[in-house]
């Protein structure tokens, strides 16, 4: 364990210490790297499939669950999607030295907000590898460095695709050290790391809520969290059925084990005889399972060929990541505002409706990271949102909100020029 601790502290160190050059290398120099990284997840494909296949194989045999092998699994299209995605954050403008804001002051001092990297930036997550390119880049381009540590079962994978990262971007000029990789599982790490707030600027936890519960409860450093994701989608009196059996359909069944999948649906009693036989027999093509409160079972039980069952009181405020869908009546926006106020998490919420007045209130009212009016909740995300990647997302208000990319993981500072001015 000692050794291990060594190595942690070694490797926080030698982040310190590029994190200082990184914040002054040029645009350039960034971007070459990034395309470099790029290129090198195409040309290496076997060996980061080889040792994904490695990991996957393990943790099934172990009894992972479906959704955090969904989360684990790599394949061509999966590692070309990577790849597309650290070519779009190198398109990105460089935030570094963006001027936020300027203004001459009437003793003629002049202002200006000036923004910075944060400096380094610890990654602790669970099972997905691609987090290990998605936030080296991005600190890479944002002029942060990065200490990375992946779960045991994703080990193999991770450490392949650090290790593709670093080589690339150092190759490319990046300043060694700026991006390390903690390659021991040692549980005991996590709370080392937890207290190195000398070394470690901010840590970000992604994977399930007893993780991120433990890294806020004892990080000594500021903490940015999220991820949980109870989703909820409410067709209104006045919704587009088509739309609405679609948006529930893609935001339920595209990718189920993900954080911005649907979980409940919530319909207006104007609608529910007509709208939930047209979204459950759409839903059942893709085998959902559905937990109905009594008003929609009375509806839907007689249909053949649906999986629904009476929902129970922790069907509400569950985030399923499987296909499985909470359903419930309700009697008005009113109602469907205080359930997602009751049992929501903070990540995304829809509404669909042609009401302009109900879309207006819900989008101003769901206190909620990402609020949708007719579409899928499944678009949270930062390539989606044109960032390239994501270094997470944040349910958080403080400072962050939504999914984290570049301008997200940077600070500011003011600098202030003057002629000799002094205060009287």
């Known amino acids: 364990m000692q050794a291990s601790f060594n190595e942690l502290e070694e490797k926080a160190k030698l982040a310190k210490i590029a994190s200082k050059k990184l914040a002054f290398v040029p645009t350039s120099t960034k971007n070459e790297a990034l395309l470099a990284i ?30 955090m092998l969904d989360r684990l699994m790599l394949n061509s299209k999966r590692l070309k999607g990577i790849s597309d995605d650290v070519k779009v954050v190198a398109a990105l403008p460089d935030p570094v030295g963006e001027i936020m804001e300027e203004r001459t002051l009437p003793n003629g001092l002049l202002l200006s907000k000036r923004r910075v990297p944060l400096g380094v930036i610890a990654a602790i997550y669970e099972s997905r590898p691609n987090v290990t390119v998605d936030i080296s880049v991005l600190c890479l381009k944002s002029g942060n460095a990065s200490i990375l540590r992946g779960g045991k079962e994703s080990s193999r994978s991770n450490l392949a695709l650090a290790s593709i990262v670093q080589e690339a971007a150092y190759k490319a000029g990046i300043p060694r050290g700026s991006v390390q990789f903690i390659e021991s599982p040692d549980r005991g790490l996590v709370d080392h790391m937890l207290k190195m707030k000398d070394y470690i600027d901010l840590v970000i936890p992604r994977g399930g809520a007893s993780l991120i519960k433990f890294v ?54 104007d609608i529910a005889t007509e709208f939930l036989p047209r979204m459950a027999k759409e839903l059942a093509r893709a085998d959902v399972e559905m937990h109905c409160d009594h008003r929609s079972l009375n509806i839907l039980k007689s249909i053949e060929g649906l999986k629904v069952h009476p929902a129970v009181q922790d069907d509400w405020g569950k985030e399923f990541l499987a296909l499985v869908a909470a359903i419930k009546v309700v009697d008005s926006l009113e ?19 042609e009401d302009r007045a109900s879309i207006d209130r819900f989008l101003n009212e769901v206190d909620a990271a990402c609020v949708y009016a007719n579409a899928s909740t499944r678009f949270t995300d930062g390539a989606q949102f044109g960032m390239g990647a994501e270094i997470g997302i944040s349910t958080q208000k403080f400072h962050a909100r939504g999914p984290m990319a570049l301008r997200e ?9 003057g002629n000799g001015q002094v205060r009287p």
Not at 38 to 59: P, S, T
Not at 337 to 351: P, Q, R
């Open 38 to 67: 790029a290129q090198a997840l195409l040309d290496k494909e076997d060996q980061v499939l080889h040792n994904n296949d490695k990991d996957y194989k393990e943790a099934e045999a172990s009894g992972m669950g479906e959704a």
């Open 216 to 269: 806020k409860e004892n990080a000594s450093m500021a903490v940015v969290a999220g991820g949980i994701g109870v989703c909820h989608m409410y067709a209104d009196k006045t919704a587009n059925l088509d739309k609405a059996v679609a948006i529930a359909y893609n935001a339920k069944v595209q990718r189920p084990t993900v954080c911005n999948a649907l979980d409940c649906i919530l319909v207006h009693k």
């Open 335 to 353: 109602e469907a505002l205080e359930h997602i106020d009751t049992y929501g998490s903070g990540h995304s919420e829809a509404i669909i409706s």
């Open 409 to 417: 993981i940077s600070s500011y500072k003011w600098c202030i020029r």
